[in-house]
């Protein structure tokens, strides 16, 4: 589910997709979906296609957020937690960094320009 999911974002032409597997680090999710818009309409429209085409196929999230202002959207399938981000949050929260020990599974991690 993690991969289609990136596969759906490249649909909508997210920026970094990033595939985390965090199995062997943690127990709060399988998979971290992690994924860039260049604007909160964009970030919407990447969240959204997700969660229709999952709906599809009988995947039901059980939380989502953040799409009022849509920096970052959270959706939480349980096993696979998908964060869209905008560029600058991205960077702000740098998901991974912190998770830095996951195995990326699909993508490349993205490089971050430190800003001075």
């Known amino acids: 589910?993690?991969?289609?999911?990136?596969?759906?974002?490249?649909?909508?032409?997210?920026?970094?997709?990033?595939?985390?597997?965090?199995?062997?680090?943690?127990?709060?999710?399988?998979?971290?979906?992690?994924?860039?818009?260049?604007?909160?309409?964009?970030?919407?429209?990447?969240?959204?296609?997700?969660?229709?085409?999952?709906?599809?196929?009988?995947?039901?999230?059980?939380?989502?957020?953040g799409n009022k202002h849509a920096q970052w959207i959270l959706i939480d399938y349980g096993n696979v937690v998908i964060h869209v981000f905008d560029a600058p949050t991205r960077h702000y929260y740098d998901l991974e960094r912190l998770w830095g020990d996951a195995e990326v599974v699909f993508g490349e991690l993205p490089v971050i320009q430190s800003e001075i």
């Open 1 to 65: 589910m993690a991969i289609k999911t990136a596969k759906l974002a490249e649909d909508k032409k997210a920026r970094d997709i990033v595939v985390l597997d965090l199995r062997k680090i943690t127990d709060i999710a399988d998979y971290f979906v992690i994924c860039s818009g260049d604007s909160d309409t964009h970030v919407r429209a990447i969240s959204e296609h997700i969660i229709q085409e999952l709906k599809k196929l009988k995947e039901k999230y059980w939380h989502y957020e």
